[in-house]
């Protein structure tokens, strides 16, 4: 009897330590997932482990008990850095990978294409004003595709070569650097490009001696020179850089263009008629005169005009959480302009100190938000395919995401008021700045930011 209890004692003993085996082997796995920058920003596991593990610890744990596999990891990244860096305007083709979306598991092919320009880097800080030169922006333009960097350089490639090994890159002239000189101004960053008939037309934040300011300027197509000339001047300045800009351009009716125009730390502002900061607007391309379409807006970073359907879909920056996918339905509001309830009401909280934003937008007399995002994702630009161009007939909105690395595919009704099916792309340790359906080629264009780069996106 007393052999056989120590043989069960023994086989005990045996399983808990073969279990804190598994465990440790769990924990460890988890802990360098969590710590390194390639994890999935949206796995609630991932975060919750995050959660628990105080940020200068799990920093030590990745710099020291991981130090080869982060390493390792770094040293990928800046070869590919430098990779970027010696091929110059090639535009060469560098990763081509295959990706499956999370709930129906389709497959999709993604092709990288360097693009000549400065990373992002994180090192720096969010808030890291270097950074806001680090933003990129392109346009499909016919047969072409025309890209600005944040430092204002302009270049295009021809359309059919994301066919080919590269896409040999030209640069393009522009007097970008002249009208910051006249208005005695130092660039912050470009916050957008938008083309339509035959017009260029940029966003740019610059600094002079009065403050920072956001404008949108003009500029005749022309692929050897661009020759920019003021289109809209806010005439609005701050004191300090920011990182709540906004800056979008995007097609509207009646001869106008939409511009999406930041709170720009100015807390007042986004409730306030007397200012643009915290709005979108809608210019007229002749005159410059414009007009308010919704107010009470935070960090505006994507922007699209439903022509078919008279609607208005924002994405926009939420403070800690939060984020945004706002829709202004054009025909219901017929009369009024919407409010979107920042700086009183936000599904986020406060950075720091206590939360005192509100969280119903409509109990307050404020325009609820379609979609909200808790964790928040990094919202960005946004694509819109309607049923006629899609190959099984139905709307999708495509929702792109910095933080999350991720494209959001949403099936939508006919009235656009409901989600019907909800899928995601994740693109390992990747932000994505900007997104655009090329109908002539079926392919979604994408610019990435920590490896600069265009890439298209293709459906299997």
């Known amino acids: 009897m007393k052999k056989m209890l120590n043989l069960i004692s023994k086989n005990k003993m045996k399983s808990i330590f073969v279990l804190f085996i598994f465990l440790g082997i769990i924990s460890f796995i988890l802990a360098w997932i969590a710590v390194s920058g390639g994890h999935d920003k949206q796995n609630k596991l991932i975060l919750f482990f995050k959660n628990i593990i105080p ?3 799990y920093q030590k744990v990745r710099d020291v008990v991981f130090v080869i596999p982060h390493l390792k990891e770094r040293n990928k990244f800046y070869k590919t850095q430098v990779d970027k860096y010696e091929q110059g305007y090639d535009g060469t083709l560098f990763n081509t990978e295959i990706f499956s979306s999370d709930n129906y598991n389709e497959k999709f092919e993604l092709k990288e294409f360097f693009l000549p320009f400065k990373r992002l880097d994180l090192s720096l800080g969010w808030h890291g004003e270097e950074n806001s030169r680090r933003a990129h922006h392109f346009e499909i333009i016919d047969d072409k595709v025309l890209v600005i960097s944040g430092e204002a350089e302009t270049i295009y490639f021809d359309k059919k070569n994301i066919n080919k090994e590269k896409l040999n890159q030209s640069v393009i002239k522009n007097n970008l650097r002249n009208i910051l000189e006249k208005n005695n101004s130092i660039l912050i960053g470009i916050r957008d490009l938008y083309f339509e008939d035959d017009k260029v037309y940029i966003s740019m934040l610059s600094e002079n001696e009065r403050g920072i300011t956001i404008n949108a300027y003009q500029a005749k197509l022309n692929y050897e020179n661009l020759i920019f000339e003021d289109f809209f001047v806010t005439n609005h300045y701050w004191c300090c850089y920011n990182v709540y800009s906004g800056g979008r351009l995007e097609k509207y009716k009646d001869n106008k263009i939409l511009f999406s125009v930041g709170f720009q730390g100015m807390w007042p502002a986004a409730q306030s008629t007397e ?28 922007l699209k005009f439903l022509e078919d359907k ?9 403070p800690k959480g939060g984020d945004e996918i706002n829709i202004n339905y054009l025909n219901k509001n017929s009369g009024r302009i919407p409010n979107y309830g920042w700086a009183v009401s936000s599904y986020g909280v406060n950075y720091t100190g206590p939360d005192t934003l509100l969280k119903s937008h409509s109990k307050y007399g404020f325009d609820e938000p379609f979609k909200w995002y808790t964790p928040a994702i990094g919202i960005s630009q946004l694509e819109y395919l309607p049923k006629d161009e899609s190959p099984d007939n139905k709307d999708y909105m495509y929702v792109s995401s910095l933080r999350a690395g991720s494209v959001y595919i949403y099936e939508m009704n006919s009235e656009f ?25 079926n392919l979604f264009f994408i610019l990435f930011e920590f490896t600069p780069s265009i890439s298209v996106l293709k459906k299997l």
């Open 310 to 318: 008279n609607i208005i879909v924002n994405t926009e920056h939420g």
């Open 417 to 441: 008021d409901k989600i019907l099916k909800e899928d995601r792309i994740w693109f390992n340790s990747k932000r994505i700045r900007d997104i655009k359906y090329d109908k002539e080629t």
């Open 55 to 57: 940020t200068p610890i």
């Open 275 to 302: 200012n643009t900061l915290g709005k979108i607007i809608a210019i007229d391309k002749d005159t410059s005169e414009f007009e308010f379409v919704s107010i009470g807006h935070r960090n505006q970073q994507g």
